[in-house]
């Protein structure tokens, strides 16, 4: 071919050409519920995600590409992926819990509509749709030959959404690639990531001989995720009873687009004739961490103008009657300019004030590549040709880019789509879907060449 816009053109027809195979590909990893469970010989995060990362293994072995699958992630190369000029392309095959309130099915269901077609299913979105985009992106690569001037390797995680064990394991076995991306999160393209800090608390009820009157309590089931259902047991001068609070899911990070149902049970149950003790911590943990997701106030609340706001989300909510203790858990994200030191410390005075316990779970620094090197530039200028006034953003989101120099998030989410992401109903078009086997395929492409 003459040039690096007709090999361009070559790889997009056969990308095209592979379309039904990829979904049918997508269909088959949905099926897997690959939720993190318990450890078991050879699955540190559990048998499902084992499954999903077989799976991977499977369909990468039959694209002909090259494939290594540890316990922790897998590798899936186009020449020697150990390069340190390499370009890497980082996703996930774990998925967060499916959660209630579904209306298809969350391993995988397939609905055609005369207007568009719905890939539904847990991971559709976050991260096996994207995933499988990249794979058969690489494979596109592969089966025309395309002419690279670096290698490129795709590293799929099972540990993403509860704690990057899995990169951590493969950031300490390998020497990091030189650049690149990960299709978790959104376009145009991501260049600032928030700090996120996860905090257990846990909050005594000192009855003092009162009898209890609130006897269950529990919402939410990943801290990084809005819970969007409380249920509580409470005894009430006739009777026990049973309450019930229906919120919205969403995504910890962005904690304005639910409704946190543990919030709100925690108000609803300020209305109630429970004893004082029950009422005092109810009371102080809503005014402190229920009433706002900005950490007005705990007196946390502060911003930048390269990231935006810190945000705070009540992720779980917990009753253990046999100790008389409440347990929380608490996701934080602040902007990349902030004093961590300063946040955590503020978070221990409030805790330490109010008699509470309080323990950081996990922390991960926040994220920051320049908007004018590689590869936000490259990048960008891609994703641009679709929508010439897209410019580089910042998210609260976090991705597994933080792993390693030089990497940002690219997808696959795009202005104007539905983000469903660790919600009920969770879905890909697939008109998404195909767009981001063709995006993908040129990112590379342009990356590598």
């Given at each position: 071919m003459n040039s690096k816009q007709d090999w361009e053109n070559a790889l997009l027809q056969e990308a095209a050409s592979h379309y039904p195979q990829a979904e049918k590909a997508l269909l088959q990893l949905l099926s897997i519920p690959s939720v993190e469970a318990e450890a078991a010989p050879g699955a540190p995060f559990g048998e499902p995600v084992r499954q999903a990362l077989s799976q991977f293994a499977r369909l990468a072995a039959e694209l002909d590409l090259q494939v290594c699958q540890t316990e922790h992630y897998l590798t899936i190369d186009l020449g020697d992926g150990e390069s340190p000029a390499a370009?890497?392309?980082?996703?996930?095959?774990?998925?967060?819990?499916?959660?209630?309130?579904?209306?298809?099915?969350?391993?995988?269901?397939?609905?055609?509509?005369?207007?568009?077609?719905?890939?539904?299913?847990?991971?559709?979105?976050?991260?096996?749709?994207?995933?499988?985009?990249?794979?058969?992106?690489?494979?596109?690569?592969?089966?025309?030959?395309?002419?690279?001037?670096?290698?490129?390797?795709?590293?799929?995680?099972?540990?993403?959404?509860?704690?990057?064990?899995?990169?951590?394991?493969?950031?300490?076995?390998?020497?990091?690639?030189?650049?690149?991306?990960?299709?978790?999160?959104?376009?145009?393209?991501?260049?600032?990531?928030?700090?996120?800090?996860?905090?257990?608390?846990?909050?005594?009820?000192?009855?003092?001989?009162?009898?209890?009157?609130?006897?269950?309590?529990?919402?939410?089931?990943?801290?990084?995720?809005?819970?969007?259902?409380?249920?509580?047991?409470?005894?009430?001068?006739?009777?026990?009873?049973?309450?019930?609070?229906?919120?919205?899911?969403?995504?910890?990070?962005?904690?304005?687009?639910?409704?946190?149902?543990?919030?709100?049970?925690?108000?609803?149950?300020?209305?109630?004739?429970?004893?004082?003790?029950?009422?005092?911590?109810?009371?102080?943990?809503?005014?402190?961490?229920?009433?706002?997701?900005?950490?007005?106030?705990?007196?946390?609340?502060?911003?930048?103008?390269?990231?935006?706001?810190?945000?705070?989300?009540?992720?779980?909510?917990?009753l253990l009657p046999e100790k008389e203790q409440l347990t929380v858990d608490l996701d934080l994200r602040y902007p990349v300019t902030a004093d961590y030191t300063a946040i955590r410390q503020r978070l221990a005075d409030l805790c330490r004030e109010n008699g509470w316990q309080i323990q950081e779970t996990e922390h991960k620094a926040p994220l920051y590549v320049p908007t004018d090197s590689q590869p936000v530039t490259t990048l960008l200028q891609l994703y641009q040709e679709y929508d010439p006034t897209a410019q580089p953003i910042a998210t609260g989101g976090g991705t597994y880019c933080r792993a390693f120099a030089n990497f940002v998030a690219f997808g696959p989410l795009r202005p104007g789509m539905a983000d469903v992401m660790h919600q009920a109903d969770e879905f890909i078009t697939r008109q998404d879907f195909q767009f981001l086997q063709r995006i993908y395929t040129q990112a590379i492409w342009r990356l590598a060449c």
């Amino acid at each position: 071919m003459n040039s690096k816009q007709d090999w361009e053109n070559a790889l997009l027809q056969e990308a095209a050409s592979h379309y039904p195979q990829a979904e049918k590909a997508l269909l088959q990893l949905l099926s897997i519920p690959s939720v993190e469970a318990e450890a078991a010989p050879g699955a540190p995060f559990g048998e499902p995600v084992r499954q999903a990362l077989s799976q991977f293994a499977r369909l990468a072995a039959e694209l002909d590409l090259q494939v290594c699958q540890t316990e922790h992630y897998l590798t899936i190369d186009l020449g020697d992926g150990e390069s340190p000029a390499a370009v890497g392309i980082l996703a996930h095959a774990d998925v967060v819990p499916f959660g209630e309130g579904w209306h298809f099915d969350p391993t995988g269901q397939l609905v055609e509509e005369a207007k568009e077609c719905r890939i539904y299913g847990r991971g559709a979105l976050d991260d096996k749709g994207p995933a499988v985009a990249a794979l058969f992106a690489l494979s596109s690569l592969k089966r025309c030959q395309a002419p690279l001037s670096r290698p490129v390797r795709l590293i799929i995680g099972g540990n993403e959404e509860s704690g990057c064990q899995c990169i951590k394991k493969y950031a300490a076995e390998h020497q990091p690639p030189a650049f690149g991306f990960s299709p978790d999160a959104n376009f145009p393209v991501i260049f600032a990531e928030k700090g996120i800090a996860m905090f257990h608390l846990t909050l005594p009820i000192q009855l003092k001989g009162e009898a209890a009157r609130l006897l269950a309590l529990q919402s939410g089931t990943v801290v990084n995720a809005v819970p969007g259902k409380a249920e509580a047991t409470v005894l009430l001068p006739g009777g026990q009873c049973t309450l019930t609070c229906i919120g919205k899911a969403a995504h910890g990070s962005q904690p304005e687009k639910g409704q946190n149902a543990a919030a709100a049970m925690l108000q609803n149950l300020l209305s109630l004739p429970l004893a004082p003790a029950e009422l005092d911590v109810c009371r102080r943990l809503h005014q402190l961490f229920g009433r706002d997701y900005l950490g007005q106030a705990a007196g946390l609340a502060q911003a930048d103008e390269v990231s935006g706001p810190l945000t705070l989300n009540l992720g779980i909510l917990k009753l253990l009657p046999e100790k008389e203790q409440l347990t929380v858990d608490l996701d934080l994200r602040y902007p990349v300019t902030a004093d961590y030191t300063a946040i955590r410390q503020r978070l221990a005075d409030l805790c330490r004030e109010n008699g509470w316990q309080i323990q950081e779970t996990e922390h991960k620094a926040p994220l920051y590549v320049p908007t004018d090197s590689q590869p936000v530039t490259t990048l960008l200028q891609l994703y641009q040709e679709y929508d010439p006034t897209a410019q580089p953003i910042a998210t609260g989101g976090g991705t597994y880019c933080r792993a390693f120099a030089n990497f940002v998030a690219f997808g696959p989410l795009r202005p104007g789509m539905a983000d469903v992401m660790h919600q009920a109903d969770e879905f890909i078009t697939r008109q998404d879907f195909q767009f981001l086997q063709r995006i993908y395929t040129q990112a590379i492409w342009r990356l590598a060449c």
